[in-house]
């Protein structure tokens, strides 16, 4: 009987030093927003849901980016500060003109931002590049254009 419980504590002892020797990568994402557009531009984040919350503000000069490294399931979701802070983006440029994306989170995570197409809010509108390999690691950067800028009104 002594035998037999020494071979099943050294048993326990051994798939436990086995599972923790397992190391978990941990999904995260580097998401990147790039102003290609030809103005300096500041971004206000807003919630529809909680209007008494105050907007998210970001400015991005021309020509410049801002990063920013999302860890745990935040990699399946865009920039995450937007996603979390709110549901609508107001880019307002340089010069006045404005354009506006809506997308609850609801949406995003079905995909189904309005405008469809180039909405910040929908991870679908980033590119997206490997960080290593044998890892679900992506960077996403998603570019304001001046096709954007040439919508904005």
Known sequence: MRAYLQKMSF?????????????????KGLFVLHNQSGHAVTLRVFSTQDRRKAPLTLSLPNGQQVERTAYGGAGAIAYSELFFQGDSVQWSFSDGKQLVHHCTQAQQLSGQCSPAVHNILSLQEYAQE??????DRYTYTYTLTQADYATAR
């Open 11 to 27: 048993l326990l002892v051994a798939g436990a030093a086995l599972g923790s020797c397992r190391k978990e990568v941990e999904p």
């Open 130 to 135: 490997p960080l290593g390999e044998g890892y």
